[in-house]
């Protein structure tokens, strides 16, 4: 009988493995979603136990939750660099491509990451493919140009929905909306991302390219890892 594999404990190995990188004094980027959960709660843990460190966090949900671990935060426009962030992706593939936004902090992590030395990215062994594109690419958008964003997404080749959470349009931490857009198999990630970032209203789009420097997956009851 084929074994079920434990998704749960995937990440949280995961999460324990990239905490290992966090040292004294550093200033760590902290992710949004259940991934980056367990490495908030395993640095909570560690900062119980003398850790410091300043943190800087992706989401207001991040935010509260390492607030309500004692974790000292800071604001990103106190400082010029942060020396590791741990987050986690949608898909990703094992030469470092990836898809975030499944939980529209899209825009927070692509600024987090980008002011990153060390760029670590965990997952469970469901978010690796071979190409990216089953996940729909999230875009934030201001809703002023919602439409316009539905229309130029379509004349590239994509068919995009404005997200939903319980019957109302999900807001960003920014006050945006998501567009959801479905471009299929993604064939050439590098020219996507061009051209969404060439749409107005855009703010930021969840193709992540050049912004993992490891990716560390659960696999089954050890981890594995893509650099
Ligand atoms: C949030 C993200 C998350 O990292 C991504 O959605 C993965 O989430 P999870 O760990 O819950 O699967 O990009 O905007």
Known sequence: MKKRVDLEKEKLLAAREAVKLIENNMIVGLGTGSTAYYTI????????????????????????????????????????????????????????????????????????L???????????????????GKFKVPVETVPFSSRYVLSQIASIGGNGEIRKKEGKVFVTDQGNCIVDADFGLIHDPESLAKNLNQIEGVLAHGLFIGLADKIIMGNGDDTAVFE
């Open 114 to 132: 980008s002011l990153t030395t060390k760029k670590i990215i965990i997952a469970d062994s469901s978010k690796k493919v071979e190409k990216l």
């Open 41 to 112: 709660l395993e640095i909570g843990q560690r900062v119980k136990e003398g850790l410091k460190i300043k943190a800087i966090a992706t989401s207001r949900q991040t935010e509260e939750l390492a607030a309500s671990l004692k974790i000292d935060l800071i604001d990103i426009n106190s400082m010029d660099a942060i020396d590791v962030t741990i987050d986690g992706a949608d898909e990703f593939t094992s030469d470092l491509l990836m898809i975030k936004g499944g939980g529209g902090a899209l825009f927070r992590e692509k600024i987090v």
